[in-house]
């Protein structure tokens, strides 16, 4: 049976973790009413409008 000959560092075995653990750049959709760039399945926060419908007034967006 392989037995290993050293102790993996502390250094070896974070960086094989942290690889996985990379932040994505989220993805932008155009926002049907103004064209701003929306995170998906968000209220637009520059004219209040998600899916065609209005949620936010103006004195909530401003």
């Known amino acids: ?5 050293r102790k993996p560092s502390k250094a070896k075995s974070r960086t ?3 690889i996985n653990m990379k932040i994505s750049v989220p ?3 155009e ?3 103004c064209g701003n ?3 998906p399945h968000r209220v637009c926060p520059k004219c209040g409008f998600y899916k065609g419908k209005q949620y936010l ?3 909530e967006i401003a």
């Open 1 to 5: 049976m392989a037995v290993p000959k």
């Open 16 to 18: 094989r973790k942290s």
């Open 27 to 29: 993805t932008l959709s």
């Open 31 to 33: 926002c049907g009413t």
């Open 37 to 39: 760039k929306v995170v």
């Open 57 to 59: 007034g103006l004195e």
